[in-house]
């Protein structure tokens, strides 16, 4: 499984093994071996999910606090705290509202796929149907564009923060005419 977050104009790609200890972990092309000790669940609160990590690394053990809140991911670790967004960082600057990727808000199983890549969608468009806790969450587009890449399939199990579709803002959507800046 591949997550990618942000930190200011830097990308980092996380590759994860499912289970996570199957198989060694990437962080930017860097292997690690991971092994979680714990996992369990902090609880939710205002629709994000945080869960307490155990984690031993390269033989290390870490404790972390992972927070998903919407296009957002924050990591609590080793007594400091990082605001990571989830997804590529943009090709070009937009002060168009909304972020380009729908990631799942917590760990589910992916039910339905809306979009394939190349599709046009508005912002509301219903993407991908999750189910997680026996509910069923409907992950809709931010914003209008063309469908770049879908990460997911029917019957795919996800973990919370995981991109799922990213979708190339449409170049009018911020003042109609490409080119102009406000």
């Not at 509202?97 to 808000?105: E, I, R, S």
């Amino acid at each position: 499984m591949e997550t990618r977050l942000r930190l200011g104009e830097r990308t980092l790609v996380v590759e994860l093994a499912d289970p996570p200890d199957s198989a060694p972990a990437a962080v930017d092309g860097q292997e690690h071996r991971v092994r979680p000790l714990s996992n369990p669940p902090v609880g939710a609160v205002a629709g994000s999910g945080g869960t307490e990590f155990v984690l031993a690394v390269d033989d290390r053990v870490w404790r972390a606090l992972v927070v998903r809140q919407r296009d957002r991911v924050l990591v609590a670790l080793d007594g400091r705290a990082h605001a990571f967004a989830l997804g590529e960082a943009p090709r070009r600057a937009s002060s168009a509202p909304g972020a380009g990727v729908a990631v799942a808000p917590m760990p589910g199983k992916v039910i339905r796929v809306l979009v394939s890549a190349g599709d046009r969608v508005e912002a509301g468009q219903a993407l991908v149907v999750l189910e997680a806790m026996k509910m069923e969450t409907m992950l809709r587009a931010e914003v209008t564009g063309t469908v770049a890449v879908v990460a997911a399939a029917p019957g795919d199990m996800v973990d919370a923060g995981v991109v799922l579709v990213e979708i190339s803002p449409a170049r009018d959507s911020v003042s109609g005419r490409e080119g102009e800046r406000e």
